[in-house]
């Protein structure tokens, strides 16, 4: 018992602890990792602003080429229909200045007419690289065809992109990739600081379930303490009755030899039985109880004769019980005892002065025991406290009987009793519940 009291501020404490600091260190994690999701928030924000610049660009440069080689092609036309009058300078100028874009002409036969700015390398077929240019320029859709008006005819004009813009291009190209993996790094840490924002309140649910883990922990210890000191308490009741009892049963067999014809020998016999039972009731408290099927109208009989002939003669008993046998599996003085203690409750209940119905009952697997009297009555609010150890309201009261008749029913019946009803001034009925 000592344990108890300062395990539980103790665990309570424990549990705030956790509480506290498991809460601080998810408070800090969900603090950096906000910061890391803002910053890479704005870093995402700044590449894609410059993703979308280079796309302008890279379109912007594209414009431009394309510009270009219309305007090198129409050169080209130029010179194609000039005569001996025209001026070529222009389109000859225009001409040599594409230094940058690689090109290749095709007649309207198929074949290779011209090519310009394809870098050959060393070792490597000019047929390939120009076929690859081809191959890139068609993909592409970078063919422009020029008419050879007057003579008929015409010729094609493949282009690639520039090796400026083919690099911007793969710049473009490397930055959409990075943009695109960032911003799945950006989803994925939302949802992880979305998620870690819920973890505080799935650690106090933890604590809070920990905590009652705990509180029922020390309910349980202490309740199990409790029924050892019941069961102790009960067992050495039996035990000191045991000596006296045999005692009296002794010099009743003396009173017998001497006045055999004393009428109040059996009366005498009868209690000293009575107190043997008991006697025996006590020793079997914390014990296994030996059920046997029984008829519950010849139990609660016994129990109302006994208590009526120690009643006042201003209790009134009136016993309504089914006329067919009602078998029910118990333990005969146990029971008993129940039904004697909730008649005795009842006697003090009206002070000695009234009528106590007893009513037996069935209904599909279960039977019912209604003891009810006519005294002052139980508060709604007290209908479970009088089963609490201690509870009484009588001035020499141990507050027991009920508790121990609880325990009767529900563990070693695994039935109930309660409060059926109750009305202050006019009355209580306690209900009995056992299983066939």
Request: neutral net charge.
């Amino acid at each position: 018992m000592n344990n108890s009291r300062w395990l539980r501020p103790f665990l309570v404490t424990l549990a705030l602890l956790i509480f506290v600091v498991s809460l601080l260190v998810s408070s800090l994690l969900v603090s950096a990792l906000e910061t890391h999701v803002r910053d890479l928030e704005a870093h995402v924000k700044g590449m894609e602003t410059h993703v979308k610049g280079l796309e302008g660009l890279v379109v912007e440069r594209r414009q431009e080429e394309l510009d270009k080689m219309k305007l090198w092609v129409e050169a080209m036309r130029t010179i194609n229909n000039a005569d001996e009058n025209t001026d070529l300078s222009l389109a000859i100028s225009v001409l040599e200045s594409n230094n940058t874009i690689p090109m290749v002409v095709f007649d309207s036969c198929g074949n290779v007419n011209n090519y310009r700015n394809i870098e050959l390398q060393a070792g490597c077929d000019t047929a390939s690289l120009v076929n690859e240019v081809v191959e890139h320029a068609r993909a592409r859709g970078y063919v422009i065809r020029m008419d050879m008006a007057p003579y008929g005819g015409f010729m094609s004009v493949l282009y690639d992109e520039s090796l400026e813009l083919s690099r911007l291009s793969g710049i473009l190209d490397a930055q959409s990739v990075l943009l695109e993996s960032q911003s799945r790094l950006l989803d994925s840490q939302s949802q992880l600081l979305a998620r870690l924002s819920y973890y505080p309140y799935v650690q106090l649910a933890v604590v809070l379930l920990f905590f009652v883990i705990c509180i029922l922990a020390i309910l349980s210890s202490k309740r199990a303490e409790q029924n050892r000191v019941w069961v102790g308490l009960s067992k050495e009741t039996a035990h000191q009755l045991g000596t006296p009892i045999s005692s009296l049963m002794a010099w009743i067999e003396v009173l017998k030899e001497k006045y055999p014809a004393d009428e109040l020998l059996p009366e005498m016999e009868h209690d000293v039985a009575r107190l043997q039972r008991v006697a025996e009731r006590f020793s079997k408290i914390g014990s296994k109880p030996e059920h046997m099927v029984e008829d519950l109208r010849a139990v609660i009989e016994r129990s109302v004769e006994y208590v009526k002939r120690r009643s006042p003669s201003q209790v009134k008993y009136e016993l309504s019980i089914p006329s067919s046998p009602l078998l029910v599996s118990m333990n005969a003085p146990l029971l008993e005892w129940v039904v004697e203690n909730l008649c005795k409750n009842a006697v003090d209940a009206m002070n000695g002065c009234g009528q106590i119905t007893i009513n037996v009952s069935q209904n599909g697997s279960c039977a019912f025991i209604d003891v009810t009297d006519t005294g002052k009555g139980i508060a709604k609010s007290c209908h479970k406290r009088v089963f609490e150890p201690g509870y009484t309201t009588k001035k020499r009261g141990w507050g027991l009987g009920l508790s121990l008749a609880k325990r009767i029913m529900e563990q070693y019946h695994k039935g109930r009793v309660f409060v059926k009803n109750s009305v202050p001034g006019k009355g209580t009925t306690f209900r009995l519940e056992l299983k066939k």
